[in-house]
């Protein structure tokens, strides 16, 4: 360890210790999957894009989009990991950050392949809390919902816009009852229901709350799924064009 500085602890303008990526190797515009898989078939939307770097969770794609470079970088499963990529692509210059990714209705209107345009998300996660108290609220930029609703619109198909439940157990909303906080947890699950909350997913509020107090722009698109035999291509195909779509208008109006 260095004095003042943990070996792990990269600083703007340096190449990065998680996602290992350097100054100019990214885009200020990013899009953001969970899965690493999914950044190679986001990646095909973009002009001449090449793999720039893949360490763990993080694979990192870099094209061009109208022009102007454009990266896609998966961020893993929860908040903690989204927390680092977030993190190192801030110090980078990234300036516009949108979450590509998946959830789970908690509403009856909202069924499997349903877009839902976020506004917001509900901090139930760990991570976040330790950056700001849970009172600072994790909210999407009005800009980027915006392009992000005009994409979707234009596209076409089922797609509804709001707050979605953000934690780090993958089953807390609907436990099986030889889970010893069952009844905590359905009571809690309820009281989403009831309030309105459309979805789940697990990476959205570290991605608002760490770009918002930088003074960036996030957003995210989510896909309902579930059970299914389709490709990813297949099953994500509208929503990676919506939110390469957003990307694209967002450009077109330049940074805040």
Request: aromatic fraction near 4%; charge should be negative.
């Amino acid at each position: 360890m260095i004095e003042g500085k943990m070996a792990t602890d990269s600083r703007p303008g340096e190449r990065q210790y998680h996602l290992h990526v350097g100054p100019g190797e990214v885009g200020r515009y990013v899009l953001m999957p969970g899965d690493p898989a999914r950044t190679d078939l986001i990646a095909r939307r973009l002009d001449a894009p090449r793999l720039v770097a893949h360490n763990r969770e993080f694979r990192t794609w870099t094209g061009t989009l109208k022009g102007e470079p454009v990266s896609v970088v998966s961020t893993g499963v929860g908040s903690p990991s989204a927390a680092i990529a977030v993190v190192e692509l801030l110090r980078l210059g990234v300036h516009t950050l949108v979450r590509v990714g998946s959830c789970g209705a908690l509403q009856k209107s909202v069924s499997d392949g349903d877009l839902i345009v976020v506004t917001g998300a509900v901090r139930d996660e760990g991570t976040t809390r330790q950056y700001i108290p849970v009172e600072y609220p994790a909210v999407a930029h009005p800009q980027v919902i915006a392009a992000l609703n005009a994409a979707a619109s234009a596209a076409g198909g089922p797609r509804h816009i709001g707050i979605v439940y953000c934690k780090d157990a993958l089953t807390a909303v609907f436990p099986t009852e030889d889970v010893p906080l069952y009844d905590q947890l359905m009571q809690q699950t309820r009281a989403w229901i009831k309030a309105g909350v459309l979805a789940s997913e697990m990476e959205s509020a570290a991605i608002f709350v760490l770009a918002s107090i930088a003074g960036a722009r996030a957003g995210s698109i989510l896909q309902c799924i579930g059970p299914g035999s389709e490709s990813d291509e297949t099953r994500f195909g509208r929503l990676i064009d919506v939110a390469v779509d957003g990307v694209a208008r967002l450009m077109a109006e330049g940074p805040e």
